[in-house]
């Protein structure tokens, strides 16, 4: 059973900070790492995908992968309270052209 | 610039009734996904279509049925539809695998189905 797994949180960082959002997977072949934000009542939206070691940044978005240790996190500098959401990780499996597995999700809570 | 829509938005069964739930995406995307999503239980794939003209069960199949009509189109349907199908269902599309790299592509998702079944 290929899993990624995802503290659910509530993460409660004031407005301003780094919130840094982790993701752990079991499958060590996987290839393809997907942040989601998710409001209440709406749609999964992309943020930011990652195929190889090390940092990529999008704006305030910062999203790290490291697959030795088999974990991907996400960084949000600057947190406003817009940015409070639930953050879903994606993984593809190994196994080639199958559905990517989703964590559970982490709500994050930006306090003004 | 739609992307992926899904018909209806919100919809009451009652139990052992039967209805499809419509899925469209204009990016031409090779490969369709229907998700659930409860409470605490994140999503969880119903099924998928690698391409036009193939299906596979995901997580959570039973009690569902899916169509890949063509490209564009993936429906799914409640034949009996029971209180535990009450959900939000999404519909999502990515393009083809890079089969050179191997990588997958994004998914994007459409505005989801509220169904509750009394």
């Known amino acids: 059973q290929k899993e990624v797994e995802q503290n659910s949180g509530p993460l409660s960082v004031p407005e301003g900070a780094i919130a840094s959002l982790n993701c752990t997977y079991s499958?060590?072949?996987?290839?393809?790492f997907f942040w989601y934000r998710q409001y209440s009542g709406k749609s999964p939206e992309l943020i930011m995908f990652i195929y190889s070691n090390g940092d990529k940044e999008d704006g305030r978005f910062t999203a790290q992968l490291n697959k030795a240790s088999q974990y991907v996190s996400l960084l949000i500098r600057d947190s406003q309270p817009s940015d409070s959401a639930t953050y879903l990780c994606?993984?593809?499996?190994?196994?080639?052209?199958?559905?990517?597995?989703f964590g559970k999700g982490t709500r994050l809570s930006v306090i003004a | 610039n739609a992307g992926v829509t899904q018909t209806p938005k919100f919809q009451v069964l009652k139990t052992g009734q039967s209805m499809t739930l419509q899925c469209a995406q204009d990016?031409?995307?090779?490969?369709m996904y229907w998700y659930r999503q409860d409470p605490g239980m994140g999503l969880r794939l119903i099924y998928y279509?690698?391409?036009?003209?193939?299906?596979d069960k995901g997580e959570v199949p039973n009690g569902y049925n899916v169509s890949r009509l063509n490209k564009r189109e993936f429906s799914l349907r409640l034949e009996s539809a029971a209180p535990s199908q009450t959900s939000v269902y999404f519909c999502?599309?990515?393009?083809?695998?890079?089969?050179?790299?191997?990588?997958?592509?994004?998914?994007?998702f459409g505005d989801g189905t509220r169904l509750s079944i009394l």
């Open positions: 279509s690698a391409s036009e003209g193939t299906t």
């Open positions: 990016m031409n995307h090779n490969s």
């Open positions: 999502a599309s990515s393009a083809r695998i890079n089969t050179y790299t191997g990588l997958n592509q994004p998914q994007h």
């Open positions: 994606a993984v593809n499996p190994a196994s080639g052209n199958t559905p990517l597995v």
């Open positions: 499958d060590r072949g996987s290839q393809s």
